[in-house]
């Protein structure tokens, strides 16, 4: 069973950037899948970002492609997220999420385990 606790979040302004981290515990966090999603006031949580166990693929929600990064070292057991030229529309918690599988996957339901969130704040 992975643990996660995510880290990095704060209030920064439209055009800054931010790096999130998510550190797992457990002896087989390079097996997973690892994602973030995102969940702003009053609106469902929606994906993000996501990368396969050994980083050779990721994926993006379209409306963060070219500004957000998505990266882990399985050696620290941590994946981040690399956020460049934040809109206030960036403006969510943001989850970290370990998958059931191999599969990189967009969907909630394909992840098993959540983190706690963090807090991003983006000030126009």
């Known amino acids: 069973q992975v643990q996660l606790v995510e880290s990095g979040g704060g209030l920064v302004q439209a055009g800054g950037s931010l790096r999130l981290s998510c550190a797992a515990s457990?002896?087989?966090?390079?097996?997973?899948?690892m994602g973030w999603f995102r969940q702003a006031p009053g609106k469902e949580r929606e994906f993000v970002a996501a990368?396969?166990?050994?980083?050779?693929?990721?994926d993006y929600a379209d409306s963060v492609k070219g500004r957000f990064t998505i990266s882990r070292d399985n050696a620290k057991n941590t994946v981040y997220l690399q956020m460049n030229s934040l809109k206030p529309e960036d403006t969510a918690v943001y989850y970290c999420?370990?998958?059931?599988?191999?599969?990189?996957?967009?969907?909630?339901?394909?992840?098993?385990?959540w983190g706690q969130g963090t807090q991003v704040t983006v000030s126009s």
């Open positions: 990368i396969s166990w050994s980083s050779d693929t990721t």
């Open positions: 457990g002896r087989t966090f390079s097996s997973y899948t």
């Open positions: 999420a370990a998958g059931r599988s191999f599969r990189v996957t967009k969907f909630p339901y394909e992840y098993r385990t």
